[in-house]
Nanobody
């Protein structure tokens, strides 16, 4: 059974930091590209950051470059998102996403999301 479980969300003041984690099981984590998405109220889900299978390549939305860092620990089947200098417009539900191959078929999995609220 595939599971992606996000944690680390919460309420933080502007300028603060949070570290999100996504613990996974049920698939070969180290062969999957991992991505964090977010969705704010009334807005479409957007890509925040992605990381390649070995962690050697990362990609960020312009809005978070220089503030957020994505990383992964393939030994722990976990991906992280370190978020610094948080702003009110970072408020959203953050989702973990895995994309890879199962046999010859492309598959993708989503976590249930974790709420991040940036407010004073």
């Amino acid at each position: 059974q595939v599971q992606l479980v996000e944690s680390g969300g919460g309420l933080v003041q502007p300028g603060g930091s949070l570290r999100l984690s996504c613990a996974t099981s049920g698939f070969t984590f180290y062969t999957y590209t991992m991505t964090w998405y977010r969705q704010a109220p009334g807005k479409e889900r957007e890509l925040v950051a992605s990381i390649s299978t070995a962690g050697s390549s990362t990609n960020y939305a312009d809005s978070v470059k220089g503030r957020f860092t994505i990383s992964r620990d393939n030994a722990k089947n976990t991906v992280y998102l370190q978020m610094n200098s948080l702003r009110s417009n970072d408020t959203a539900v953050y989702y973990c996403h895995a994309a890879g191959l199962k046999g010859l078929r492309s598959v993708a999995y989503w976590g249930q999301g974790t709420q991040v609220t940036v407010s004073s």
